[in-house]
């Protein structure tokens, strides 16, 4: 596989470090403080186009790949940014792009891709685990479209998002893939309950719940029962642009914690001189090294879109992810000691991210099971 990136490749990823560095100054890292600041930032991002980056030119778009969403949220990762980018423009817009019509395309793309709305794929339920394919969430049919019942849980950014691109059952049982249908179902439609929450990083998740949704047939993606292919492909992406983002959170966390241990001193030495922390550094440094390699051949098995090899390759991505993140998290707050596990310390947010990503979308048990 060729890693090389191009000289496109080269100023996008400089154009989202400028932006970064102008929008997340170094005390002002992670999640905005005010939804004035989420909204600005959210913008800027618009404005910048990496809110329609993969989506097509004439729904406001750039037509960029996997490996482009891959360098930006590299980049979004270092600042502890990003808000719904992953949720919105990669997931939910992929789903869209591979099971909309032109005319849903061009219903809700350009939205996206502007920043005057979000979307978000409701995929899980109580008792499934992370298993998608377990959907029990009914859509009945009648004369005045589908009728939706039930609950998906843990529906990232979903408390933001208008759109929701709902997986439902309008055949099969069980956890069979024949029979899964998505449904865009606007999150104020009567009868729609989003009740949101706080996740362990400070972002935002929610519970939707459905009680005898009505969806017009113009909001059915795809061929009816037929979307169980395309939704995990879609998830895919989203896993691969979480290792991405896993990259640049590690990168900003050896960055800190180099720089704590310079300036810390212990028996009237830095840190930075016992070699037991230079041994803990080198094995920081490795671990990037592994996890920016198998984020790019997420990205690239993503591009190529053979199934098989994505999903063996995704997988063993976010088992890597799953494994070194946790750990390497840890062992930065261990290297700072008490003052790691305060909110005033970047490092605790960047180990708290870290966390986070190895759970979402399957964690090392799950995708190990998956390769």
């Known amino acids: 596989m060729d890693f090389s990136l191009n000289d496109d490749h080269l100023a996008l990823r400089e154009a989202v470090q ?12 992670g999640n905005a403080e005010t939804p ?25 778009g750039s037509e960029q790949g996997p490996v482009e969403v891959m360098l930006v949220a590299q980049e979004l990762g270092r600042a502890l940014g990003g808000g719904a980018f ?9 789903l869209l792009m591979r099971l909309g019509s032109t005319e849903q ?18 995929l899980y339920e ?3 685990r992370y298993d998608w394919q377990r959907a029990q969430l009914q859509a009945r049919a009648t004369p005045q479209g589908h009728v939706l019942h039930g609950r998906k849980t843990g529906v990232l950014q979903g408390d933001s998002a208008g ?17 899964l249908t998505v449904f865009a179902v606007d999150a104020d439609a009567p009868g729609v309950q989003v009740r949101g929450f706080d996740t362990l990083d400070g972002r935002r998740a929610a519970h ?3 009680t005898d949704v009505v969806v017009a047939s113009d909001r059915v993606l795809g061929a009816p029962g037929e979307a169980a292919d395309a939704v995990e492909a879609a998830l895919d992406a989203a896993i691969a642009a979480l290792c991405a983002e896993a990259v640049g959170v590690v990168d900003a966390l050896m960055v800190h914690t180099a720089e704590h241990l310079r300036t810390r001193k212990q028996f009237g030495a830095p840190l930075a001189k016992f070699q037991v922390m230079q041994h803990r550094m080198a094995d920081m440094a490795i671990a990037l090294e592994q996890l920016k390699s198998m984020a790019c051949v997420a990205a690239m098995a993503v591009d190529a879109g053979e199934p098989a090899q994505r999903r063996r390759l995704v997988s063993a991505a976010k088992v890597l992810v799953s494994q070194w993140g946790r750990q390497l998290g840890l062992s930065a707050i261990q290297m700072h000691g008490a003052m790691g596990m305060t909110d005033e310390c970047r490092v605790s947010h960047c180990a708290k991210r870290l966390i986070v990503i190895g759970q979402l979308f399957g964690d090392a048990s799950w995708h190990l099971k998956r390769v």
């Open 126 to 128: 109580d008792g499934a």
């Open 163 to 179: 759109l929701l691109l709902v997986v439902a059952r309008t055949g099969g049982q069980g956890d069979e893939r024949q029979g």
């Open 36 to 60: 004035e600041q989420a909204q600005g930032r959210w913008a800027g991002m618009a404005g910048l186009g990496l809110l329609g980056l993969p989506f097509p030119a004439d729904a406001g």
């Open 105 to 122: 395309q061009q219903r809700w793309l350009p939205g996206l891709a502007s920043g005057v709305l979000q979307a978000s794929v409701a």
């Open 208 to 210: 939707v719940t459905l």
């Open 86 to 94: 992953v949720a919105s423009t990669v997931m939910a817009g992929q």
């Open 18 to 29: 400028r932006f970064c560095d102008g929008e997340y100054p170094a005390e002002h890292r």
